[in-house]
C-alpha cells in the first residue's frame, strides 16, 4: 500500500508563496502519477494540478495556471507543489494522490486516484 503524507500547512497573506510537499512511503512513487486537489468549505473538491510518472506531463487548472508549479522528485518519494501569488479563494484543503499508470500522463479527474493523503490546510488572509 501506497501511503501519502502532505505537508505545508499555513497561513499566508495574499500575494505569498507558499510549498506543498506530499511524501510517500509503503512503495515507490515513480510508477505514480500525483495530483493535488483541493477542497474549500462548502465546495466540491476540485483538481489544482497533476504531474506524470516521470515528470514529462503536467496539467493545471485555469485558476491557478502562471501561479502554480508541481514537481516531483521520485529519488526523494516525494512531490510538490508551489504555489506563488496566492489568493483567498485558493484558502482551502489540499491534498496529494496517486495512481499507478503505465505511461507517462496524469489526468485531473479525482476519480482515476487510487490513494489519498488525509490534507493540509492553506488558509490565505491578511
Known amino acids: 500500500q501506497l501511503q501519502l503524507v502532505e505537508s505545508g500547512v499555513g497561513l499566508v497573506q495574499p500575494g505569498g508563496s507558499l510549498r506543498l510537499s506530499c511524501a510517500a512511503s509503503?512503495?515507490?512513487?515513480?510508477?505514480?502519477?500525483i495530483g493535488w486537489f483541493r477542497q474549500a468549505p462548502g465546495k466540491e473538491r476540485e483538481g489544482v494540478s497533476c504531474i506524470s510518472r516521470r515528470g514529462g506531463s503536467t496539467n493545471y487548472a485555469d485558476s491557478v495556471k502562471g501561479r502554480f508549479t508541481i514537481s516531483r522528485d521520485n529519488a526523494k518519494n516525494t512531490a510538490y507543489l508551489q504555489m506563488n501569488s496566492l489568493k483567498p479563494e485558493d484558502t482551502a484543503i489540499y491534498y496529494c494522490?496517486?495512481?499507478?499508470?503505465?505511461?507517462?500522463?496524469?489526468?485531473?479527474?479525482?476519480?482515476?486516484?487510487?490513494?489519498w493523503g488525509q490534507g493540509t490546510q492553506v488558509t490565505v488572509s491578511s
Open positions: 494522490a496517486a495512481v499507478r499508470t503505465l505511461g507517462d500522463y496524469c489526468s485531473a479527474h479525482d476519480y482515476e486516484y487510487d490513494f
Open positions: 509503503g512503495r515507490t512513487l515513480g510508477y505514480s502519477a
